[in-house]
């Protein structure tokens, strides 16, 4: 019976700038939860006793938040450069002796699917998926069921099948690491191609469900498509007039205060303070011991832990990083925007507001044009208007 | 010869309920399930029990006691950590012999008891529906060939209903059983090594109820009420109309104008009425308060709870010392009258019942005019302010103004 | 001060006794041992960790024994002098927590009677005592030998001639029976049976207690029976587990965002701008109060030091903190004063002492602690609690922040009350609180930097740290730190009082940490930066962000985020207790378990 899996979660995750340059790409949260967390649970429910956690970039946020995690035994191991997934996963080595789980730390997966790949009996086996453009993935060519070939990042859309990077692999794949990571292959696709090549068959198998995020409004899919499976609870205290409907989750010591209006699916963390009179729209979700104060609106939004919104704001569709402190009357407009990105222009089928990282301070009647990305730590005055994306550590005057 | 009763679970699914108390000591027609078993035991001739607690066990033992009010001998054994039914039952070896045990949170009937305490190794099966939620056992001719998993596509529909005869060698077993894959020591997984060494008896039980969540208590409340008989020991003022069974405990008053529909159960030291309607299966524990102008239909109310003016209950359970306030009533009723869902432990189930109050954990207090709605299910010492409006899941500890 | 275990039961003694031991190593561990009754009087005992022992302890069938983890106060770490101790007839074991303070008298009249001793510990007379007297009734014969004991005790007794019997008695340290089904225990703390029941009888001083599988007994000094409340302990028996740290003192550094967060929530609104507190509390802040004399031990002191200049700051309230075992010695105190002990276990017994001190001369008390039922919270007027969760690792790091948390709350609550505070600047504090958190996330990602100057630090023979203002006491904490688990002599001084006398101590070799933040002490504190350098010493700097200054001054600068400096105390706090951890791991010292060190002290 397998007992143990390789979880890497070493990457930084340069795409998701300005989120990353703050935690690691696995911590972002969707529905309230790390991606990381729904690779713990999933690889937990599926029956995994031991989870060896490959950590480099900032991991001491990993460290912190898993830090009372129950019901698995965690192992941590660094990888001290960042040379790829073959490197990551070569840290492992001394803890696993027999047949092993890997699994990417920023996707999620269900755990049936990873259940059916540790009952599958061959030696080599791969989850993959259908995606309608697999070229940002490792691309798979199937004959019979076994990989015929696996292309890494293509340039073009070619193939019908990604690899979900989920592998059931035999101990003796370290000695094929190895020999790979010498000659400078440092990713787990080019070891897997070079065991094709030898004539090994690699079983595939197809996913349930899987999700990556590679750009940060991806967040808001995300998050909207993950808030619709959490668990509902009412806690906390809950003033009088306050309308709650549909699957609304509030967390402990959180005060909703009178004339809130909450509609579901929203997920509100531990120790808010919500209203008086604040609206929050489905598709929402909020942190730890965030503030709102009265008349603000939010929608289709994801606001992290620590964040401080003041009176009359209209957030929606809008990525609003740790610890922001954002003023009174600050609108962020959200459309179906073109976005500029690693200096690139991606047109976006869905609307989107604002994405802002950590610590920005944004002071009173600020307004951002659709799809722009504020820094980290930006500091915007008074009466601003927001039309191009903002660099971290900037003051906008 | 003991009986070895199992009391030490939690019972997750019975939420808000065994926030505060095992699921052996939920209550159905007005006594525990623990002492359901422990009576219907006694009557089939056992005398000796061992409960194996761990869970809030301080309820049981208060309840219980050494037995002496039952005549029976009732001792004690702390399992400690939850490590499954394996290592519960081995927790008992310095204390039996030739035993019988018992999964406490399913009522045995008294015939089947006896059956299993005859002589030789048993194990109680019966035969159900719906059998994927269970383990299924194989069988060869009346022996027990092996005990199965969960299956997705069961290959009988006889399953293990949770009552077992063993003598010591059982011990020997479950020292050597290993985790099972949820990371458990199953005492099925003792019988399994068991019968591959000697014969292991099968016998169909002709009485099993299985009650998984909390409105399940109120389809076994309703069973065994229609098999009660009336025995008034309370005190009844004038015009009071009774229809059908009644149980009315000692020092009960029933006051004038109350007009009661049995089956229904009432406890000892109640005060109900003047002018109160109560309806078929309901059962009222002890040192309750129904009142004025009070409705409560098909619904338990556990001891020291109070239904004390203007109130209406359907299809509810409410734990023990919960007050609601003047006026405070429960919907149970969909307008579109479709399934009640509810949303237990987070996750929404639908009860696959069309009417379903409330489930109301214990010291629960609301204020006047309190609106609960349909399948809410609401922690232990939650606060609902007047005129507060409570649905689905509420946690405990609470405030709802 | 050591751990002690009684058994009596169904299950096998030897399994009991070495997990409730396990429990309790906390206390005490440089050795430890059992006695099983199994047929006869079978005892074991080893120095160094409990798994040596238990290597030695065969598969027993008994079911009544005693356990003692030892923490040497009297004799060296010798196996003899390890307990349990045994009668001349090996027949009678005893094991004790405490100090016999008359040992010696007792010794040399019990050798005039022929007993011959094995040991040099205080304690081994209390076997022989018991011996002496014994005629077949072990409570008897404890009952006439105590009457010779001066000292603190809490010991748990068994005899060959009684098995299935355990009697035990107290005087001053702590002993709890815990109540089980068809079996029983006695300990030194309730953690230590946990596991089996949760329920508790607490004896008081004087008590004895007759235990057997089926019944307890308590006796009276007078012999007379008393009955016993039993009560229900609500804890959570979850294994503290470290969770992939490779110690716990570092996960509970790793725990301070959050232990932070737990002091707060629940006690400050931001939206309505209150601190509340229990109403016991309340009543207490709300009366009139002349003076405020905050008693504690070790960290907990300097916590209190730290309270004082808050408090002090922010009300007009003249504060004193005293060291616990000092507080009996002088003081002048009366009904209008307020007494703040604070002990994170609830039983540290210096800080009970004063506890008890300050009620008969008439104060108001109130009590900070971690440990809900504790002892302390039994004694005072008021607790306030630090909602912590346990703190495994012997020096403390996430309980003192969250004591300096609890304190400038107090201190805001009532500046509040006394209408010194405004509610603008109220907010402006409880919203720079809430982002304390944040700041210490913060110093913990930059755990690099503070490994770099630890690689520096780790073969000084000598450290000096240096603050002023409330940065004085977290210079006396960091060098506390540093000593406790690294072993390398520190020492903390106010950094004006350096020029009268330590200079003299300063050299190229004694490295010297300055703490130093932007507000009113910061001149001054560049100006003895420079006159440390001017001795040759190297500098490390401990310094917010935004001074760019400091890097003309100092040799290392090691950084942290402060907003509008509310207590900055806290992320500087974190960056010491870091770096005193990875010196020490460096050196490859026992973090968790510094030698001759132990967790809640409670020998006075």
Known sequence: MIKKAVILAAGEGKRLRPFTETMPKVMLPVANKPLLEYVFDATRKSGIDEIIVVVGYKKEVIMEHFKDYKNIKITYVTQDRQLGTAHALLQAKKHIKDTFIVLAGDNIIDPGSIAKLMKDPSEYSLLIKEHPHPSKYGVVFVENRNISRIVEKPKEDIGKYISTGIYKLPHSVFNDIERCTSEGAHALSTVIQSLIEKGKHINTLLAKSWMDIVYPWDLITVNETMIQKTSEYTSGTIEKGVTIKGPVSIGKDTKIYAGCYIVGPVVIGDGCEIGPQACIFPSTSIGKNTVVHPFSEIRSSVIMDDVHIASTAHISHSVIGKGCIIGDNFSTISEKAIIEIDNEFKKLETPIGTMMGEDCIIESHVVVDPGKIIGRKCRISPMKQIRKNIPSESKVM | MKCVILAAGEGKRMHPLTYTRPKVMLPIAGKPILEWNLLNARAAGLKEFVFIVSYKSEMVREYFGDGKLWNVKINYVNQGKPLGTAHAIGTVKPFVNDFIVLCGDTIFGINDIKQIAKKGTKIGLVKIDNATEYGIVELKGKHVMKIHEKMDHPVSNVINAGMYHFNKQIFDYIRKTEKSSRGEYEITDSINMLVNKEPMEGVFLKEWRDVVYPWHLLDANEELLKKMKTKIQGTMEKNVVINGTIFVGKGTVIRSGTYIDGPVVIGNDCKIGPNCYIRPYTTIGNHCHVGNACEVKNSIVMDHSNVPHLNYVGDSVIGQNCNLGAGTTVANLRLDKKNVPVVLNGKKIDTKRKKLGAIIGDNVQTGINATINIGSMIGNDVYIGPGGFVKREVTPHTIIL | ?604
């Not at chain 3, 003192?249 to 929530?265: A, F, G, N, T, W």
């Not at chain 3, 009620?359 to 602690?369: A, F, H, R």
């Not at chain 3, 540093?482 to 004694?510: C, N, Q, R, V």
């Open chain 3, 1 to 604: 001060m050591c751990g002690i275990i009684g058994y009596v039961g169904f299950r096998e003694a030897r399994t009991v006794l070495l997990e409730s031991l396990k429990r309790l190593d906390y206390r005490g561990y440089d050795s430890a041992g059992v006695a099983i009754i199994d047929k006869n009087l079978k005892v074991y005992k080893e120095i160094g960790e409990i798994a040596n022992v238990e290597k030695k302890i065969p598969h027993l069938k008994g079911s009544t024994g005693v356990g003692h983890t030892r923490w040497a106060t009297h004799g060296g770490v010798t196996k003899e002098n390890a307990h349990p101790h045994i009668s001349c007839d090996k027949k009678i074991a005893i094991v004790h927590n405490g100090i016999i303070e008359n040992h010696t008298k007792l010794r040399e009249q019990l050798k005039k009677k022929g007993h011959r001793f094995l040991s040099q510990t205080d304690s081994e007379v209390i076997a022989h005592l018991i011996d002496d007297v014994y005629k077949g009734n072990l409570e008897e014969a404890i009952f006439a030998a105590i009457k010779k004991i001066k000292g603190s005790y809490a010991i748990v007794a068994v005899s060959q001639d009684e098995p299935g019997k355990i009697v035990g008695i107290r005087k001053e340290s702590p002993l709890v029976i815990g109540v089980g089904d068809s079996e029983n225990f006695l300990a030194s703390d309730i953690t230590a049976f946990l596991k089996y029941t949760n329920r508790v009888m607490f004896l008081n001083d004087g008590e004895l207690c007759v235990i057997t599988a089926t019944s307890i007994n308590v006796f009276d000094t007078n012999k007379k029976q008393i009955k016993k409340k039993e009560e229900l302990i609500n804890w959570d028996v979850t294994d503290a587990e470290k969770s992939g740290f490779p110690h716990f003192m570092l996960k509970e550094i790793y725990d301070q965002p959050d232990s932070i967060h737990h002091v707060l929530r629940g006690r400050i609104s931001e939206m309505e701008e209150t601190i509340t507190f229990p109403e016991a509390v309340e009543k207490l802040l709300r009366s009139e109060i002349n003076s405020i004399h905050i008693v504690a031990c070790g960290t907990s002191f300097y916590a209190g030091l730290v309270g004082k200049y808050l408090i002090e700051q922010h009300t007009n309230i003249p504060v004193f903190a005293e060291i616990a075992s000092e507080y009996r010695y002088f003081g002048s105190r009366n009904e209008s004063s307020l007494v703040i002990a604070i002990t994170q276990s609830g039983e540290t017994a210096d800080t009970l002492a004063a506890l008890r001190e300050a009620q008969s001369s008439g104060c108001k008390t109130l009590v900070i602690t971690n440990v809900i039922g504790s002892t302390a919270t039994r004694i005072a007027d008021g607790y306030i609690l630090q909602q912590s969760g346990p703190e495994i690792g012997v020096a403390a790091t996430k309980t003192f922040t969250s004591q300096i948390v609890v304190l400038f709350l107090i201190a805001l609550k009532i500046a509040l009350l006394q209408k010194k505070l405004g509610s603008d600047e109220l907010y402006n504090y409880l919203f720079h609180l809430k982002a304390l958190p944040r700041q210490v996330r913060d110093v913990l990602e930059r755990s690099n930097d503070i490994i770099a100057i630890a690689k520096q630090l780790k073969d000084a023979k000598s450290v000096f740290f240096i603050g002023r203002g409330t940065n004085f006491p977290l210079s006396l904490e960091g060098a506390l730190k540093l000593k406790e688990i690294s072993y390398i002599h520190a020492e903390g001084f106010a950094a004006g009082e350096l020029k009268h006398g330590p200079f003299a101590l300063l050299t190229k070799d004694t490295p010297v940490v300055a703490i130093v933040t932007q507000d009113e002490t910061y001149e001054k504190i560049l100006a003895n930066i420079g006159e440390i350098k001017a001795r040759g010493s190297p500098v490390i700097a401990i310094a917010e962000d935004k001074d760019t200054e400091i890097e003309n001054h100092a040799d290392f600068v090691l950084r942290f985020q402060s907003s509008s400096h509310v207590l900055p105390c806290i992320p500087i706090t974190v960056v010491l207790q870091l770096l005193a951890y990875h010196v020490a791991y460096l050196r490859k010292c026992p973090i968790d378990k510094p030698r001759n060190l132990a967790k809640s002290v409670t020998v006075e």
